[in-house]
Each structure stands twice: as C-alpha cells, then as structure tokens.
C-alpha cells in the first residue's frame, strides 16, 4: 500500500488501508506501539498479558457488604514513614 504522510492538527497522520489491518489484526481503536527501526516504521498492536481485564469494572464487582481487613506486613524493610 502506498500513501502520504499529512497534517493532522498540530501532528502529522498516515492513512491505513482496512484491509492492511485486517492483515495485522489491528482494529480501529486497538493501542499499537510504533518505533522506528532501521530507517522504517514498525506498527506492532499491544496485546494484554493478563486477558484484557480492566481495573474499573473488577472493582465494580465487588460486593458492596465486602469488608477489607487490615493485613500486617511485619517490620519497616525501607525508609517507610507509617
């Protein structure tokens, strides 16, 4: 695929075929990681280690009778001030 690089605001945008994503099973608001690499651009998309799971909706499952406990973590190892 051939394109331009162009003016997008204050930032400069490349256009990206559908199928060109498709191809690197990139979807429209997927995260990718792009470096430069030996004169080239490198697009590689960001997948989760951990299952996709987001921090917001774990906590909205918790119960709302659910109590945390104090845990004791034994003696300062640092400069801790608590």
Partial sequence: MQTRVQKWGNSQGIRVSKDLLADADIQVGDEVEIVARE??????????????????????????????????????????VW
């Fill in 39 to 80: 004169g080239s651009l490198v697009v590689v998309p960001r997948r989760r280690v951990r299952g996709g799971h987001n921090l917001t909706d774990l906590v909205k499952e918790i119960p709302s009778e659910y109590t945390s406990e104090e845990l004791e973590w034994g003696p300062p190892a640092g400069k801790e």
